[in-house]
């Protein structure tokens, strides 16, 4: 991908969409776009052969660049014109609620401050980008209310295609668009699936309707009724950018969605897709899709990602920047655990969506192993342990029993599935089966999935010890190993009726989601910056899905799935951003990211410290703000949070120019915008927070706060400070009239130097019960 000189007719493009939209769709803006698609055509005819190259796409509105396909050589040329500022290889993406809405206390909180569900996020606009759309699911359909949202210039472009006839798009879907340039030239597509908005994997679907999904819509799988589902905002509209496929994506693509959002002047934008690795050729605040995320902040989009599903290895997030709001993924309470019951009466907890055998537990049924099914003359044992195939197990030994598959090497490698299982049970006419943890491999992690047979999933080793040695006990074998007797039996209870009992612990941080410290470039170094920014509901969520379900065989058919990963915590906080937007619409997207980091909760629902999964399946440890960030998202405080840190687009630019392994002249390159004013230090951002990778001596770091409030408040500061490190807030109280601010100065002194990070938080606490959190992070490495 490649970024073009000419910059000021980008900014033009801004300056025009900004002030007047309806210029966005002038004669003068068509002009000046197609003048910049020619300039991209020109300048590569004057520098590559014909037949060397071919033009993907242009991006024209917040950035001014292009892709191409081209060798490597090819690439090395054409960056030595003196039009072309920076190239950058071209790098895959990668893909990243019937209770939450509840946990996060919308209903009673923020809706009601909003007049109900039938108006929480009316007027808002929030872009999704990801793999596109179902149109005809019911969490889309438009659904009018007493008070209309019809807005003329909110009307956008719906492409039609395969799948996605005209009229898919309404009243809740305002546009839909599909960006497939990158992918086609490196991924086989498939034209009656893919070439059109239409979501053929569900991830799309499932990540709109957290956001904004309609509200109170029926969640049935399989004929079982699970609850209703709601978006964050129920009321807020949609628009739709389709830039990952089954095959997969790349960021080609997704920099022309960004920079199609920021034309569509879209509020809030969801982005539960990403790259897979931090870039290896420039530091990670610089590739060309942050520095596309930074002018679409600049635009005055809220920017949502997802953290990376890495976990729970440190400096694995992959959002990286200060200027979007990484999305960490937390637990809720809730899991859908089955039960077997063994003949012994002895009763082991599992993990699916599972119907229970007839009579619900009761009756006890014919228990087999399939190792003891296998068919004569297997070239290996595993063929038939796994229930891959039909043909490695005796029909007659597993007609009408549960079977017990084990989860062995093939599960591993992802060659073998529960897909084939259900299809080994449907051809040989298992009642039911149970995969069970194999002490070779150890334990594996399980989500629930729905099984329309009793199935059941054991994934610790000291349960399927348990049931084993009650199978044992009850099977003899002659000398050969064929049984000659068994009186093993179970029964497999109802599996699709939720528990909470894990909810006075909840939330605790996803192990799969992706932990701090932030990091600089591929080798790791950290940043200054705190990643994740905050954690929000990721595991077990149900939400829309697309009966195609082209990456997962096991859902296909379905029109809800329940998923875990940050790629749907993002989108509840881009949900809830929409809703703070709704009520205070002249906050720009810092202020309503102060908001929700400053009033996030660091305790679980029971008021003790957050806890994260760890390492070792099923452990739990302590968790810190780079496993959290801020912590839980807390709406309701968010609405209301006393004070907020602004920073503009010259705060970002004055952060890049500060760091230290970055030119203005690499900077400008990038941006197209000068370093007009650098940052004494990187740390002087004006986050709610203050991380220090280096922390030497006694160094003061700078904060500004406003009173968002409609009184003056008085505030008083406390400090919990990191270990080995003094800190102190100057002026420790203030008084602030609305709309007033305050440079606040921290001073920061290390009294033992360590090799860690350590970490703490400000606590400013306002006369009228506004409590403000900002957290520290900090590595203290001398005592100077």
Request: charge should be neutral; aromatic fraction near 8%; hydrophobic fraction near 40%.
């Amino acid at each position: 991908m490649l970024m073009h000189r000419n910059n000021p007719v980008m900014y033009n493009h801004i300056d025009i969409f900004n002030s007047v939209y309806a210029c966005a769709c002038s004669e003068q803006y068509r002009t000046q776009k197609k003048r910049v698609v020619e300039s991209h055509t020109e300048l590569l005819r004057k520098n590559l052969d014909s037949g060397t190259y071919s033009k993907l796409c242009s991006f024209h509105h917040i950035v001014n660049g292009f892709a191409i396909r081209t060798s490597a050589s090819q690439a090395k040329r054409l960056g030595m014109a003196p039009e072309v500022l920076k190239i950058e290889k071209d790098r895959r993406t990668k893909l990243m609620t019937t209770y939450t809405p509840h946990l996060l206390d919308l209903p009673r909180g923020v809706w009601a401050q909003e007049g109900g569900a039938e108006h929480a996020g009316e007027g808002m606009v929030i872009g999704v980008i990801d793999t596109g759309i179902n149109p005809s699911h019911p969490s889309f359909a438009y659904s009018p209310s007493s008070s209309s949202q019809s807005e003329p210039f909110l009307v956008g472009v719906c492409e039609t295609g395969a799948q996605f006839p005209v009229g898919s798009c309404n009243d809740k879907i305002l546009s839909a668009r599909y960006f497939a340039a990158g992918a086609a030239a490196v991924l086989p597509l498939d034209p009656s699936r893919d070439l059109s908005p239409f979501d053929g994997v569900g991830h799309g679907s499932h990540v709109a309707s957290i956001a904004a999904g309609n509200w109170q819509v029926p969640v049935i799988v399989d004929g079982a009724m699970y609850g209703f589902a709601s978006g964050m905002a129920p009321r807020a509209r949609l628009r739709v950018y389709k830039a990952m496929y089954p095959a997969g994506g790349t960021t080609a693509d997704l920099v022309s969605a960004i920079d199609q959002a920021a034309q569509d002047r879209v509020d809030v934008l969801v982005l539960s897709i990403g790259p897979d690795e931090p870039p290896v050729d420039t530091i990670t605040f610089m590739s060309v899709l942050d520095i596309s995320l930074l002018l679409a902040r600049r635009a005055g989009m809220f920017v949502a990602q997802a953290a990376g599903n890495k976990g729970p290895g440190e400096a694995s997030v992959v959002s990286f920047s200060p200027w979007v709001v990484g999305v960490g993924a937390g637990t809720t309470g809730r899991s859908y655990s089955p039960v077997l019951v063994l003949g012994s009466g002895l009763q082991i907890q599992g993990v699916g969506l599972s119907v229970p055998t007839p009579g619900d537990g009761i009756f006890q049924f014919r228990l087999v192993s399939a190792r003891d099914a296998a068919a004569a003359n297997l070239s290996s044992p595993t063929d038939a342990e796994e229930c891959q195939h039909p043909e490695a197990l005796q029909p007659a030994k597993v007609l009408g029993g549960i079977v017990i598959c084990s989860f062995l090497q093939g599960f591993l490698n992802g060659t073998s599935t529960v897909t084939a299982i259900l299809d080994t049970a449907n051809t040989l006419g298992f009642l039911g089966f149970i995969l069970v943890a194999s002490a070779l491999y150890g334990d594996f992690i399980a989500q629930p999935l729905p099984f329309p047979i009793p199935g059941i999933m054991i994934p610790r080793i000291t349960d399927a010890k348990a049931l084993w040695e009650y199978y044992e006990n009850q099977t003899s074998w002659d000398v050969k190993g064929a049984i000659v007797g068994n009186h093993a039996s179970a029964a497999i209870k109802e599996g699709r009726v939720p528990t909470f009992a894990g909810s006075t612990q909840a939330p605790v941080v996803a192990r799969f989601s992706s932990r701090g410290p932030d990091i600089l470039d591929w080798e790791l170094h950290p940043a200054d910056v705190l990643k994740p920014d905050i954690l929000a509901p990721g595991q077990q969520i149900w939400a829309a899905w697309s009966p195609i379900s082209a990456a997962d065989p096991i859902l296909s058919g379905h029109r809800f799935a329940l998923l875990s990963g940050t790629s749907m915590a993002a989108p509840h906080v881009g949900g809830v951003a929409a809703l703070i937007k709704q009520l205070h619409p002249s906050w720009t997207p810092s202020m309503i990211a102060s908001a929700l980091l400053t009033t996030a909760n660091k305790h679980s629902n029971a008021g003790r410290p957050i806890m994260a999964e760890g390492a070792e399946l099923y452990s739990v440890h302590l968790a810190t703000p780079f496993d959290y960030g801020a912590g839980f998202i807390n709406p309701v405080k968010a609405l209301d949070p006393g004070l907020v840190l602004p920073a503009e687009f010259g705060d970002y630019m004055g952060f890049l120019c500060s760091l230290p392994n970055l030119t203005p002249g690499v900077v400008r390159a990038a941006t197209g915008a000068a370093c007009k004013a650098s940052l004494a230090s990187p740390t002087n951002l004006n986050l709610p927070s203050i991380t220090i990778s280096n922390l030497r001596g006694s160094p003061s770091v700078r904060r500004v706060v406003k009173n968002v409030a409609n009184k003056s408040e008085t505030y008083s500061c406390s400090v919990i400070s990191p270990e080995g490190v003094e800190v102190s807030v100057q002026p420790p109280s203030f008084n602030l009239a609305p709309q007033g601010t305050q440079n606040l100065e921290i001073r920061l002194n290390v009294t033992r130097a360590s090799n860690t990070f350590s970490f703490g938080e400000i606590v400013l606490t306002g006369s009228f019960d506004h409590i403000v959190r900002l957290t520290l992070a900090v590595l203290p490495t001398a005592v100077i």
